[in-house]
């Protein structure tokens, strides 16, 4: 199944990553177990919702889903902090699970293995370094993380660890990994800038001896606007997964309230919903609860960071209303509905006809 | 981004039936009868320890309505089953399983009933914990309740006889 495959959840994470997997659990809605779209807070008992969620729960009953105490609309707030918390991770969540899931190959092999291999490569640095040497994979567990209560490993000082790693890195580079190697790391290259102690400018840590040298000559002054602009270029941060809208979403339709249903008669409640705008089909109760839902809709909209159209909202409602099984268009037998009927059964309307002159042809033949 | 009615249920089904298959809770298996309706699952249960149950493996169906989980589903026992909280037809009566709003027993506190925190495996986990403790006060099936309050030891002759039976024996 399609959306199956696209399906992400807390347990993408191995099992060895606890932490990983109770923050993705935390970021996303309890209602829907999905990453909140819009979190909103509840301001007495704080806990956090997406906007439609809790919108869709209140209108049920008029508390919190987690604890039941007493909630309204009114007492919610957004919570922003929760939505971006939740885009960085998202943005940083595939990256950061190719990265634990994909070992090496080397480290399917049994420790035996690690050993000879590594004392192959001892012999061919032996006379180069005249430091003890130590199996620095043995220290690494399967899990991939430095095991320093291994024997042996007292008195190596912590530059020393950090080299050997250095080795791993660059030993077991993945070669298909080519593309994040040339793709300059964000986030990496905004905490690499630091301050030139001449120009006061930031400078990637990289280029700093270059500029300084430059800079102390005197044949580069300043960086250009130019050269500053490139250089913001490369330490941009990665693109989060929902870039904000740059065109501002059209409003058209008018700002729906709650009603009274039992108060209202059913031609009432039609009237109500054709200057909505939205449609005004079926009966009380489906009208009802289409109503309810496009005020949820609405107002969880009106929310959302990135609010979308109107035309856009319609279209989701139509969707609704069609996942919920309920066909308002059924009573509403157009002309429209019936060239649909006629497209959708043409193949079966063929079929029957083919059937019938058959026979036909049988009968006459007889 | 943006979850529809629907599709919202269908996904959420879909992660609790993962989350499930991948760790779910001791004496517990549950997902959906076939891979094209997720609105039905079936559920096996094994009978806890320590009560009258014990050994005994038994099976139910999960309806979920399509504004799941606005609202709990119904389960009902498919195997045998005598029990004061399951109606003689197998229906399971639990407040975890009752709509917010929705009283029917008059009995219960709100907090007890259904919330869309609420999932499958916590129903399953208070349908476990129901068999092994009964609430005579609900009373789902009156002879079942009757016989557990007053004679406990036919009770649990019969709840054998349903723990045989559902085995197969």
Known sequence: ?366 | MYKSGGSTALKRLMTEYRELSLNAPEGITAGPISEDNYFEWEAVIAGPSDTPFEGGVFTATLSFPKDYPLNPPVMKFTSPMFHPNVYPNGTVCISILHPPGDDPNHYESSSERWSPVQSVEKILLSVLSMIAEPNDESGANVDASKMWREDRDQYNKVVEGIVAKSLGL
């Not at chain 1, 991770?89 to 190719?98: E, I, K, N, T």
């Open chain 1, 1 to 366: 199944m399609l959306i199956e495959e696209t399906l992400e959840d807390p347990t993408d994470w191995p099992q060895d990553y606890v932490h990983l997997r109770h923050l993705d659990q935390q970021l996303r809605c309890p209602i829907c177990k999905e990453y909140f779209v819009t979190a909103m807070a509840a301001t007495e008992c704080g806990h956090t919702f997406c906007s439609l969620c809790v919108r869709r729960c209140l209108s049920q009953e008029s508390k919190c889903p987690s604890c039941r105490a007493p909630l309204t609309e009114g007492e919610l707030f957004p919570n922003r902090l929760v939505d971006s918390l939740m885009r960085t991770f998202r943005s940083g969540r595939q990256q950061l699970l190719d990265t634990l899931t994909a070992k090496p190959e080397h480290m399917n092999l049994n420790s035996d293995d690690y050993c000879k291999r590594c004392h192959t490569k001892k012999e061919n640095n032996d006379e180069q370094r005249k430091r003890p040497r130590v199996c620095t994979r043995s220290m690494r567990k399967a899990d991939g993380k430095v095991d320093l209560t291994m024997p042996g490993v007292e008195n190596i000082t912590a530059s020393d660890i950090e080299e050997m790693l250095k080795d791993e890195d660059s030993d077991f580079e993945p070669a298909s990994n080519g593309n994040t190697t040339q793709k300059p790391n964000s986030l990496l290259a905004a905490a690499n800038s630091v301050t030139c102690p001449n120009c006061k400018l930031p400078v990637t840590q990289s280029q700093i001896n270059r500029h300084l040298d430059q800079c102390l000559s005197g044949k580069s002054t300043k960086p250009t606007v130019e050269s500053m602009k490139k250089q913001f270029a490369t330490a941009k941060p990665n693109k989060p997964i929902f870039m904000l809208n740059s065109q501002p979403a059209k409003f058209t339709l008018p700002r729906p309230t709650k009603l009274a249903y039992s108060l209202l008669s059913e031609s009432k409640l039609r009237r109500t919903l054709k200057e909505l705008g939205i449609p005004a089909k079926g009966d009380k109760q489906q009208m009802q609860a289409r109503h309810i839902e496009w005020v949820n809709m609405y107002m969880a909209n009106a929310d959302s960071e990135i609010p979308v159209s109107h035309k856009v909202l319609l279209k989701r409602l139509a969707a609704w209303e069609e996942a919920l099984g309920r066909q308002a268009d059924k009573l509403d037998s157009t002309a429209d509905s019936q060239e649909d009927h006629a497209t959708k059964y043409a193949d079966s309307f063929a079929e029957l006809v083919a059937q019938a002159q058959a026979n036909r042809k049988s009968l006459q033949s007889q």
